[in-house]
């Protein structure tokens, strides 16, 4: 019977606990009190325990054991108990109307069972004050009896007085002392007429109030029309009376103010803004490119002497090496930004000089060769040893300058769309001819403005959002590539997310639609086809890429759907190549998303489907190769920033170096897998070196096409020894360099390099001497793990607490304080149940043992008198024997 | 419509006339009929599945019974002679039947096969001689002939053995089948087909009875006969003992080593005479050698072996090639196995984790996991090796001081040389790679990695489980198409 404090008692219980407490001190015996003596005196604490009534709460507790414990101490071992069943009778809780509540509620629900349950006209009706309950819910009259019982005494019950003298024969011993005092039937009678009366009067009143407010209704109905209208005319009146003059003033008071607001920006701080905002945003690029990794080699190899090791410098040393953002707020790469950051000074200042500049910079990046990237240093090489192409890799510089210098322009009219989206064209233009003549691309330029301006005054200017794929396909059906595009463009300007409310859900579909024109576009491509499929893919690619930024979750969603359901299928058919359109997907996907993150939820699946393709499918025919070299340049654009491996690349680069080399010999050069030792389908039957190569890039048509020819082969040598400086230069920093181009250079230096043509065998002699010489100077160190920081050891100092309560304040968390609270407070109960098991045991042990002593008393007593009444006997027949022996 | 309706007719035809002759069994030509047809060629299914029926109903109903008295030649009478003249061609078409087995058409080679299998059971229940064992009777020489049959050297039989293994369920039949099998096996090189066969009969035959004691031929009630574990053992050291010393291809090698260790092994009195076929096995390259290196382990493991040149076999093993065989998974496990030990000189364990490191820069992702996990738990076990992750020497090197060509583990100087690979994957494109290549950053934990979890794992897998990852951040590329294309890459290298 472990005693149950019961903290949170209802606020009416202490106020009745208060005043038993005040009953208490009253009475409080100064004997039973017993005062604690206190050992430290603390100011300001306030203290429950320093006064107690030891005796008084002995006897409490004493006196509710006898109450339960001793009570199930008597009727233990006994089998047989009365029990009493009425309801509520034992329990004191219950008032006594509960009790008759409980007990009605019982015999209706016994009224309810089985049988009865066909006594349909049982039903009682329930009732009040005599009328049923539905037809009081109808208020058919509003006046109810309340008001009659309210005034004067209860209806018909007898006076108070009268009662008194009465009844019982209450009057006949006072009868005496009055005076006049009439029989008692007089006295009843008296009482009869009384009451008739009363009732008559009250009658009368009743019925005269009701005529009064009957009559006082029908005035009020008459009236109601006349307090109308009285009302309307009271307000017209006043508003005749407005002047202009008001009207004006209350005008102009209310007038709407211009709110405050920015000032309208220049241009300079909209550029200036603009760079800052993709400063921040190439910033966020890189950490999400490092990921979690913290690596030693990010951090700033010079380190001032000032340095306070706080990594304020760490930001602006990366960004310096790293990347740059030209004047013109062009986002570059890394070292090609720092080269053009040179070359567009050298072109402001003249046009005409920009050869010489060339060379010079040629001659600076020749100087610093670590510094300079290895692709500018390559091309840049080649124009030094080969007259031939310097005028071709001219062009391609004079096309990038004239890029910038178009670009210069529109840094001005940003604000303006017309200017912005024709530049878009041009720089597409640009890419497409870019080895092509100055002059001729100055003329094309010009001509294809044209082409553009008529199409887009041919073109309607408004658009409204496809339905169905279906009725997308309709409108771009027949329609040129650049017609396409801007078809797609004014679509979604009119159609803009804040002109309409579904339109951002809409627009998210067509995007939807785009991807699946991409997708039927390219998976029914043939050989001839391909080309323009091509021209209207990068034709609706800025058109995507808005839609793309307009509904981000869309974008991200439909195209991770996408690829999902291209690597099922691919799935089931591991070996086979899938289609074209997945390379255009992958190539969307590059543009789209950012594909330097470390972990990305649409670029890492791709990574992995685009290593499952190199490592799974063999490349059987040209077709098939050429898939594979692209999936490698689609890894090479991906990791173009970020800089990561994947292994798979370099083993398809070196296997499509392996199908050149010849072998003649009985010895197995090794290769792995999906390619075959034996295969040797690259290797050049003619010799090439004197032929000349215009355009050594790979052509779409090479996807289509299944023989091997000549050109091909040169080509895509070229281009995957090209790839593969790439990477070599991309992979530079990695201490296994060597090791993973390692088969490159053996490969490498079994292939007749004198066949191919002079561009061709210059790049691989290039890559080879950087090989070679990469592996000469390595320099190792081996792995030291960072040192750990060393435990700071635990401080002795004195613990300052500012606002200082008595309690400490322990520092933890707070579900462990909860816990340590809960601990805490089971230790103290389990205290107090262990004690108050104690005490019970001592209780019990009383009781036995005064149960025993009275036992013991009982039977000494009988014993004695036993012991009594035998020495009485013994007495007694001692004198009779006595009286004998006398005789 | 015709071609169809034909068959159709003639099966109801055949059924007809064995309805007839069963009712009237005096009557030679109704049978002789369905005979003739059944030489024809044919309608094959049909005409099994009519003599089947004849056959069963004529065993049961003992009319080729004849009652042989001791020392007393057999009456002449034409009843007999009748019976004579049906158990001659009841053995006649017996071998028919069996014929039947070699057929092309799978159909009717199962067909075959239950017939056969049928009339067996018919006859076991119903003998046709008095024998003095009368309840414990299996037609030996009728199941040997089917057996025959099956261990053909022409053509691969493995329809027909998948579908006998539905009687290998029945106690009785397995027993015989293990007890004719030693019969069955010729001590000199059989065919290559015939050694196929063999094997994949014995990897379907169990050593112990069937839980469901049935039986074929005979009452399931009375239990007359009792399968003996010993006998099917000394059975199979017998067949063994032959099909070792046999010639083998490499298939049939593969083939042999599976069997070996998915049923014969425990089950042999010696294995250590394993020992010579498995060494000669595992210079064999591909499969086999694993195979055979899961053998050794099991020999080293239960029967003391000792086999010194095991760790140089085990090396030599870790080549770029094993990535795309089907097995890799298993050898990585043996390895693990085999290098669990942690008595082994950390030299040996050094070129080991060398050697795994440099196969891991050319592994596809998910091996590379598998590859740093297992480093990660060999330098755990041999704290010795933590000098690869962590080394203060300062001295730099020109090149890695391992020599990836030695053969042997002890002389490739793995010892003084470093992770740097492991170093370089923390690069790879992979985020789960790249994670898992990071533990060479942080002290090592103290519990190892659990292999067989990553073990399994293959690209789709991982494919899979990155396409899951789900988090709310949509990161877009912040350059637009006409800036970006400037250095697309694929633009450099394509006309598009």
Known sequence: ?887 | MSHQERPMKISKQLRQKAQEFLSCKRNRRNLEDILHHFDCGADQHSCLLTLETVFTALLKEKDMYIEVVPLKPVEKTPENLHKQWLREVYEETYKRILLCLENPSPKIQAQALSTAMNIISAEGKCPLESSIRLENYVPLAKLKAVLDKMLSSNQNNMLIINKYTEYLLYDDILFFTWKLLPTLTPKYNPSEVYIMNYLMLLHKLDIYQNSEMKILCGDDSSPFFKFDDNVTKKCVNKVWHCVMHWDHSHQTQKEMLLVLHEKVMPHLEKPLLLTDFLMDSLDVPGPISLLALQGILVLIQDHNLDYPGIFEKLYSMFEPEIFHTKYKSRLFFLSDMFLSSTHLPENLVAAFVKRLARLALIAPSEDVIVICNFIGNLILRHPGLKCLLNNSDTSSYTSDPYIMEERDPLKSNAINSSLWEIRTLQQHVQPTVAFAAQFINTSLPSVEWDLNQVLSRTGDDIFDREVRKFSKLILLHFEKPQEAEKHDRVLQYWNL
């Open chain 1, 1 to 887: 019977m472990a005693k149950v404090k019961n903290k949170k008692r209802s606020s009416s219980d202490k106020a009745q606990a208060n005043k038993e407490r005040l009953n208490s001190k009253k009475n409080l015996n100064p004997f039973e009190v017993h005062i604690n003596r206190e050992k430290i005196r603390v100011i300001g604490q306030k203290r429950k325990n320093d006064r107690g009534l030891p005796g008084v709460s002995r006897g409490n507790a004493i006196e509710k054991r006898k109450r339960t414990l001793l009570q199930e101490y008597k009727i233990q071992n006994k089998s047989n108990l009365f029990m009493d069943k009425r309801i509520g009778e034992r329990n004191g809780h219950l008032t006594e109307d509960d009790k008759v509540m409980a007990r009605f509620t019982a015999v209706r629900i016994k009224a309810h069972n089985k049988k009865s349950i066909y006594n349909l006209a049982d039903d009682e009706v329930l009732t009040h004050k005599g009328q049923t309950l539905s037809e009081i819910e109808k208020f058919d009259d509003p006046r109810s009896d309340d008001e009659d019982s309210l005034e004067g005494n209860d209806t018909g019950k007898l006076d108070k007085d009268f009662v008194e003298e009465a009844h019982f024969g209450g009057g006949v011993l006072k009868k005496t002392g009055r005076e006049g005092a009439t029989s008692h039937r007089d006295l009843i009678n008296q009482l009869i007429a009384e009451s008739k009366k009363r009732k008559a009067e009250k009658q009368q009143v009743k019925e005269a109030t009701l005529e009064l407010t009957e009559k006082l209704d029908t005035e009020w109905k008459d009236l109601i029309p006349l307090v109308n209208t009285s009302k309307c005319n009271d307000e017209e009146i006043p508003k005749q009376k407005i002047n202009d003059y008001d009207k004006i003033m209350r005008e102009l008071r209310f007038e709407a103010r211009g709110t405050v607001s920015d000032r309208l920006k220049t241009e300079d701080e909209i550029a200036r803004e603009e760079k800052e905002k993709l400063e921040q945003l190439e910033k966020e690029r890189l950490e999400r490119m490092k990921g979690i990794f913290t690596d030693k080699e990010n951090k700033p190899t010079h380190r001032s002497a000032d340095d306070l090791d706080d990594g304020i410098l760490y930001e602006e040393v990366f960004d310096d090496c790293t990347l740059s953002y030209n004047k013109e707020g062009e986002a570059n790469v890394q070292i090609d930004a720092v080269l053009n950051g040179k070359q567009i000074k050298i072109d402001n200042e003249d046009n005409e000089n920009q050869k010489d500049d060339n060379v010079g910079d040629e001659n600076s990046s020749d100087e610093d060769m670590e510094t300079a990237s290895e692709d500018s240093f390559a091309d840049l090489k080649e124009q030094t040893s080969e007259s031939e192409d310097e005028e071709a890799q001219n062009t391609e510089e004079v096309t990038e300058i004239e890029d910038e210098l178009s670009k210069q322009p529109s840094l001005h009219n940003t604000s303006e769309n017309r200017t912005h989206s024709e530049e878009k064209i041009t720089n597409g233009i640009q890419e497409s001819v870019s080895s092509e003549p100055q002059d001729h691309i100055k003329e094309d330029l010009l001509k294809r403005k044209e082409i553009m301006e008529q199409a887009r005054k041919e073109l309607p200017y408004t658009f409204s959002l496809p339905e169905s794929y279906e009725t997308l396909l309709k409108l771009l059906e027949n329609q040129p590539s650049h017609h396409q595009g801007i078809i797609i463009e004014r679509m979604i300007k009119c159609n803009h997310a804040s002109l309409a409310e579904g339109n951002k859900e809409n627009l998210g579909l067509l995007f939807a639609y785009l991807l699946q024109y991409i997708n039927d576009l390219f998976s029914e491509a043939t050989k001839d086809s391909i080309k323009s499929s091509c021209d209207i893919l990068r034709a609706i690619f800025p058109q995507i890429y808005e839609l793309a930024h307009l509904h981000k979750e869309n974008a991200h969603n439909s195209i991770l759907e996408v690829v999902k359901e291209k690597y099922d299928d691919y799935r089931k058919k591991k070996k086979s190549y899938p289609g074209v359109e997945l390379l255009m997907f992958f190539r969307l996907i590059s543009l789209l998303f950012s594909t330097s993150d470390l972990r990305h939820q649409v670029v890492t699946p791709c990574f992995i489907f685009i290593e499952q393709i190199l490592l799974k499918c063999p490349p059987r025919d040209r077709g098939k190769l050429s898939y594979g070299f692209f999936a490698t340049t689609l890894i090479l654009q991906y990791t173009s920033l970020s800089k990561r491996y994947l292994p798979a690349t370099i083993n398809y680069l070196s296997g499509i170096l392996h199908m050149a080399i010849p072998k003649s010999g009985v010895k197995l050069i090794k290769v792995s897998r999906p390619f075959k030792s034996t295969c040797s389908d690259l290797v050049l039957l003619e010799n090439h070196s004197l032929d000349l190569c215009e355009d050594l890039k790979m052509n779409v048509t090479d996807l289509f096409c299944t023989r091997y020819d000549e050109q091909y082969k040169i080509r895509i040598f070229h281009n995957a020894v090209k790839a593969l400086s790439e990477f070599h230069n991309n992979l530079e920093g990695l201490p296994s360099c060597c090791e993973i181009f390692e088969p490159v250079l053996r490969y490498l230096e079994l292939i007749p390099l004198q066949n191919y043509p002079v561009i061709v065998q210059t790049i691989a002699q290039d890559l080879i001497l950087t090989l070679q010489k990469q592996k000469e100077n390595r320099q190792l160190r081996k792995i030291v793990r960072e040192a750990e920081r060393p435990k700071a050891l635990r401080l002795y100092e004195p613990k300052i607490v500012e606002v200082y309560d008595v309690k400490r304040h322990r520092l933890q968390s707070k579900e462990k304080a909860e816990r340590n609270k809960l601990l805490h407070k089971l230790r103290q109960e389990k205290k107090g149940a262990l004690r108050e098991i104690r005490r019970d045991k001592e209780f019990l042990g009383r009781v036995k043992i005064h149960q025993r002593i009275r036992s013991d008393k009982e039977r000494r007593d009988k014993v004695n008198r036993i012991y009594a009444e035998a020495a009485m006997q013994q007495h007694e027949l001692n004198a009779m024997d006595r009286k004998k022996r006398k005789k």
